[in-house]
């Protein structure tokens, strides 16, 4: 519900042949990205902390169990954005405490 009023330099973020549609060719489906995130210790963000948010989970994870076990909801943008730019960010599972910085691994 806010508005981005700050002009920003032209980024080239999204180039051809960046992105392969999952299932398709070499790329795994979305049940192998699910359990290589769990095996692995990663996760995906989700921000706004919402109902609509966590009801969107609830429901595809109806289909992908998987899914609830690899998702971190983030109350909001800043605070996705304020973990990503921290040294935690990347080295642990946000359950235990970690010692390592990503630099480390």
Known sequence: MRVDTQIHQLQKYIEKGMFVEVG?????????VLELLLNKEEFLA???????TRSMINIISVKFPLLKNVSRI??????????????LYGTCNQIMNCSNKKSEQ
């Open 24 to 32: 398709k060719g070499i790329s795994p489906n979305f049940e192998q």
């Open 74 to 87: 983030y109350k909001g943008e800043q605070e996705l954005e304020t973990y990503i730019g921290s040294d």
């Open 46 to 52: 989700f921000a706004p902390d919402t109902e609509e």
